[in-house]
């Protein structure tokens, strides 16, 4: 059975729509969470109801995860997440001890691009951080708030007895949602992010499995997509291609994240770059070049986009 023990003091007070009240339990720690029933993970929570560490001011790096269930790390040990993966090779690449590089996860599963985003709005200007990375989730994820609470809906899982009984904004979004609008939603989130983190002038990458090269030939898209800052999106199918599968059997397993969390290295390099740490850009890149010759995740998630890619469309 699943184990919460809550914490007697709350040192970061959070807003009820900031987390799942019922799972993110602060100084909790859990066996379960969401989809993940196996009671095989152990999930613990910060003083202010959010998977993982406390926010170390004074660590030498600190790195912001903001995003949804993969990025929460559902199914997932924590230290397996590519998070936490992307902070052990900034770690090694830097020479700087592990402790002293602190991740600060505010995921929460089932998080739509509007959470990602009002969440980064929130608390990222509040706090100080060395690096942000952003995962934005399916386009027909919503929020919605009134003078009667908050809700979260995903217009993907509306169980069909809840059709004829919905809000009238869910019901009146559900009228109108086509994926244009859904895709056009979620670019905007993207494009305010972006504009935040530019102008606070924080690394940062921005990684989506929902924005496919392909989409460049609707024309509805075209001035959003072409309005956004590629550089620092990395579009990737490492979690679809469900190469392995985390504890719940639906989420991504380790070699998904980690993946990922080579393939972000680049970007993350690039990033710091930018923002004149030459010293640290030729440390990463070249730990990530000894990485993505040696590294078991990336190899094997190569290998598997190779080969979907020969098979063609199935």
């Not at 972000?264 to 640290?280: K, N, S, T, V």
Request: overall charge negative; charged content about 25%; aromatic content about 8%.
């Amino acid at each position: 059975m699943a184990l919460m023990t809550p914490s007697e003091t709350l040192e970061w007070t959070v807003q009820p729509c900031d987390i799942r009240q019922d799972d993110h339990i602060p100084g909790a720690v859990t066996t379960r969470y969401g989809k993940d029933v196996s009671d095989t993970v152990s999930y613990r929570f910060n003083s202010a109801g959010f998977r993982g560490e406390e926010y170390d001011p004074e660590a030498r790096i600190r790195i912001c995860v903001i995003g949804e269930s993969n990025s929460f790390g559902t199914g997932l040990a924590e230290e397996l997440t590519y998070g936490s993966r992307v902070a052990d090779h900034l770690s090694l690449a830097l020479g700087v001890p592990r402790e002293e590089v602190n991740v600060l996860n505010l995921s929460v599963g089932g998080a739509s691009g509007d959470y990602v985003t009002r969440m980064l709005l929130k608390h990222v200007p509040a706090l100080e951080f060395d690096l942000v990375l952003l995962y934005f989730p399916p386009p027909q994820r919503m929020e919605y708030c009134d003078a009667n609470g908050f809700e979260r809906f995903n217009l993907a899982s509306i169980p069909p007895e809840r059709l004829d009984n919905l809000p009238p904004p869910l019901e009146g979004y559900l009228e109108l949602y086509n994926d244009n609008l859904g895709r056009i939603a979620m670019i905007k989130n993207i494009l305010l992010a972006q504009g935040l983190l530019e102008h606070a002038r924080i690394p940062y990458v921005i990684a989506t499995e929902h924005l496919r090269p392909n989409l460049g030939n609707r024309p509805r898209l075209a001035p959003f997509l072409g309005a956004l800052d590629n550089r620092w999106i990395l579009r990737h199918r490492y979690f679809v291609m469900r190469l392995d599968r985390a504890a719940d059997g639906t989420h991504g397993g380790p070699i998904g994240h980690g993946a990922l969390a080579v393939a972000m290295l680049p970007l993350i390099a690039a990033q710091f770059d930018r923002h004149g740490e030459e010293e640290a850009v030729e440390k990463i890149t070249l730990h990530c070049k000894r990485l993505k010759a040696a590294d078991p995740d990336w190899k094997a998630m190569r290998r598997a986009l190779r080969e979907a890619k020969e098979r063609g469309p199935q």
